[in-house]
């Protein structure tokens, strides 16, 4: 679906990444890893356009263009779930329409796309609670909820489980094992064992600045014996 050629950041002679090329398929579940400073936050917001990558390329569905400005096609199509998201000071709701309702749909489309999302999150129970209100697991629930309902081509998502746990992290795992299982093309940065261990999942590796791709398990080779 997606490839991007000439990914490099550099900071005056020090150079965090050079990736020659790398590509994400339709249905493709991609786990970047890497240790603290390696660049994939970097690298991850250069995909979604809050990062210029100068000389970069990207091909999607078959037709090259720089990657900076930003192609609109690309705006479109992908979504960007930040590490810590902000939630507009409105209401639960508000903050899931915003994105549709500027994407033109009409009011009637933006409520039953935004139940829908409710729904697929598990919170409805929380749709009129101030977003400012809200712990970092429903935060991030909402920022899930939001992405999910754009429905973009490809998710990128930057740590969604970090800072969480107990039941508020395996929800979030619930969340991304549920797009990973539905093929939804996914590229996510953690350090969250299960998540990495979620089966189908390409792993991607950051280090010294190269990028190493490893190619999903088997199913039953990714299922630890004895879990149902
Ligand atoms: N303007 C700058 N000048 C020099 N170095 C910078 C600049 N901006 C960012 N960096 C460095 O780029 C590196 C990459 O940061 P990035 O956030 O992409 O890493 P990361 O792999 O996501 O790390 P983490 O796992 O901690 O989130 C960091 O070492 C950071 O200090
Ligand atoms: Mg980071």
Redesign the pocket.
């Known amino acids: 679906m997606l490839a991007v050629h000439g990914l490099r950041?550099a900071?005056?002679e020090?150079v965090?990444f050079d990736v020659p090329e790398l590509h994400i398929g339709r249905g493709q579940a991609v786990v970047l890893t890497?240790?603290?400073?390696?660049?994939?936050?970097?690298?991850?917001?250069m995909l979604a356009g809050l990062e210029p990558a100068p000389g970069a390329q990207v091909t999607l569905d078959g037709t090259a263009m720089p990657l900076t400005p930003y192609p609109a096609a690309l705006r479109a199509r992908i979504a960007y779930v930040h590490?810590h998201p902000y939630l507009f000071r409105t209401s639960v709701r508000a903050n899931i329409a915003y994105g549709l309702k500027a994407s033109g749909l009409k009011a009637h489309d933006v409520a039953a796309r935004v139940d829908a999302a409710l729904a697929w999150a598990g919170i409805e129970g929380i749709c009129e609670t101030p977003p400012h209100r809200l712990s970092g697991g429903e935060i991030q629930r909402v920022a899930l909820a939001r992405a999910w309902a754009l429905d973009p081509d490809l998710l990128l998502l930057?740590?969604p489980t970090s800072n969480l746990d107990g039941a508020a992290r395996e929800q979030v795992i619930a969340l991304v094992g549920d797009l990973v299982t539905k093929g939804k093309s996914l590229l996510m940065?953690c350090?969250d064992r299960d998540l990495i261990a979620l089966p189908g999942i390409t792993r991607w590796k950051?280090s010294e600045g190269r990028l190493t791709v490893r190619a999903p398990q088997a199913k039953a080779e990714a299922e630890p014996a004895g879990r149902a």
């Not at 890497?34 to 917001?45: D, E, F, H, Q, V």
Request: no cysteine.
């Open positions: 950041k900071f005056g020090r965090l890497g240790i603290n400073g390696a660049g994939k936050s970097t690298l991850m917001r590490q930057d740590e940065i350090h950051l």
